[in-house]
């Protein structure tokens, strides 16, 4: 069980939000389930999701220990990275859904995971995530890290939220990216037009910035690298379409007319770094760019070659 304990400086937000806003690593719906089943307190009283909190509101946040997982080990294969007894890194590969969701209970990291680590694993994400501190998207291939227990799990989450975590990506845009360098600052939240996607929104959002940086032109295309300061669902992504530049095959912020030959956006978690939780030195990995990545960039710069 963990307590976390929080103090409002202004009147007016329901708690459901202020909590998400305050606690990077949890959803809206995860705190709102702690509020009906009395995890969360206002001046030592049980309160309802409703709630709006007022200016010196003492909040105590309890955090229930993990349950049995209801999700079995598969013995799938890992490109494990590195591994020692506080974590691991993981090269996860395109295609792959971290997690378990939507009765999708199966295939999984999380199954992978189970299998290879056993019972080795931080509980902090309840019995659906398992050790994750973080995430990529299905669809995005590259580094991931995992923690085995709850004392990395809580120094790595406090170094993403501290932006002192290194994640640096690779992608290909559509279009001509005119600057060598450039810095996306906009909040993004849940789309107003479709809750499904995310979107630069100004209510209801967190803030994220992504630094671009060119490393070839294309023409029609541009392979950049991108770092992240914040970890917003789908950040990369939805600062690309912002700026005029989705990821080249994305099906959900690109353009209807899909690169179907990319099986999903060509963007890969390159880079990660971080201070390990015990050690505190500071370590960081790499990986190659997958061999779809690799194939496009390829046909590109035959193309370019041929003009």
Do not use: W
């Not at 200016?55 to 105590?60: K, Q, V, W, Y």
């Not at 056993?118 to 509980?123: A, C, I, K, R, T």
């Not at 690169?259 to 500071?282: D, M, N, R």
């Amino acid at each position: 069980m963990e307590k976390i304990n929080l103090k409002c400086e202004i009147s007016g937000a329901r708690i459901d939000k202020f909590i998400c806003e305050k606690l990077e690593d949890i959803t809206r719906s995860s705190v709102q389930k702690l509020i009906e089943e009395g995890n969360v307190k206002v001046n030592a009283a049980i309160v309802s999701k409703n709630y709006k909190c007022k200016a010196g509101d003492e909040l105590e946040i309890i955090i229930p220990d993990a349950q049995p997982l209801d999700v079995k080990a598969e013995n799938i294969p890992l490109e494990i990275i590195y591994e020692d007894d506080d974590l691991l890194v993981v090269n996860k590969p395109k295609g792959m859904v971290v997690h378990p969701a939507n009765g999708n209970y199966e295939g999984t990291l999380v199954n992978a995971l189970l299998y290879h680590c056993g019972d080795s694993l931080s509980g902090i994400n309840g019995v659906i995530r398992p050790g994750i501190v973080h995430r990529i998207d299905k669809d995005t291939s590259g580094l991931l890290i995992v923690a085995k227990n709850d004392a990395a799990h809580n120094s790595l989450a406090s170094q993403i939220k501290e932006h002192s975590f290194t994640r640096a990506y690779e992608a290909v845009l559509y279009g001509n990216l005119k600057e060598d360098e450039i810095t996306v600052n906009q909040p993004i939240g849940r789309s107003p037009k479709d809750r499904k996607k995310m979107a630069v929104v100004y209510k209801n959002s967190k803030n994220a910035v992504t630094h671009f940086k060119v490393i070839k032109r294309y023409g029609d295309f541009t392979h950049v690298r991108c770092v992240l300061e914040t970890g917003r669902t789908h950040q990369i992504r939805v600062h690309s379409a912002y700026i005029g530049h989705p990821v080249a095959g994305d099906e959900v912020y690109g353009p209807k007319k899909v690169i179907t030959s990319l099986g999903g956006q060509c963007l890969h978690a390159k880079q990660i770094g971080f201070v390990h939780p015990k050690t505190g030195e500071y370590m960081e990995f790499e990986s190659e760019l997958p061999e779809y990545f690799k194939r496009f960039l390829k046909k590109l710069d035959n193309k370019s070659n041929n003009i």
